[in-house]
């Protein structure tokens, strides 16, 4: 009996990581945090928009609607993952505490947001370095890229800066996808 059990348990556990796709290994500690989290276990089977992010940008307005975007879909399985990049032009100088602040008093931002990673080619984070090979070779030309991922852990589109959270097209697509059931396979 305990073989059984083992082995379901063992079984379910390799089903859950391939459900995460390339989110299976990533680890981040929240802003200013000091335990990592484990993106697989607390995001696998969502939708989620992956977004470099940066205080001092052109495009950082932005935050207000990825927020209203994140508590709009939130509880239908959706969530925006927030890293903050110091690689352009300098824009996200401040430290994890002060990027923290920044977001949650002027934005009100309570989607998740990680530790400051680097994110263009050459020396981006792996996670990154994942993200931009499964869209073709991609990586953040500038702050505020993203990434759409299904409920599966594939990254099935991109959207440079300019793309705004209330996109109609980025909007659509994290709409079908929220309507799309997860995939069984693996399970």
């Keep these: 009996m305990f ?14 990581a391939q459900q995460c796709g390339d989110l299976a290994a990533a680890k981040f500690r929240p802003l200013a945090g000091k335990e990592t ?13 992956v ?29 925006v993952l927030g890293f903050p990049s110091n690689d352009f032009r300098e824009q996200e100088p401040g430290t994890e505490s002060e990027i923290r602040d920044f977001c949650t008093l002027t934005y009100g931002v309570k989607f998740p947001m ?12 792996p ?7 499964a869209s073709g070779g991609r ?8 990434y759409l991922i299904d409920r599966n852990g594939k990254v099935v589109a991109d959207f440079p800066s300019k793309v705004t959270p209330d996109d109609a097209d980025l909007v659509a697509k994290i709409e079908a996808l929220l309507g799309a059931p997860e995939s069984t396979k693996g399970k």
């Design 37 to 49: 989290v484990d993106l697989c276990k607390v995001y696998g089977g969502k939708v989620l928009l």
């Design 139 to 146: 990586y953040p030309s500038w702050n505020f890229y993203k």
């Design 3 to 16: 073989r059984i059990a083992l082995f379901a348990l063992l079984a379910s556990s390799t089903a859950f």
């Design 114 to 125: 990680f530790e400051k990673v680097h994110v263009k080619e050459g020396s981006a984070h």
């Design 127 to 133: 996670f990154y370095a994942g993200l931009a090979a």
């Design 51 to 79: 977004v470099n992010t940066a205080s001092k940008c052109g495009y950082t307005p932005q935050y207000e609607g990825l927020e209203a975007m994140y508590a709009k879909y939130a509880e239908r399985g959706f969530a």
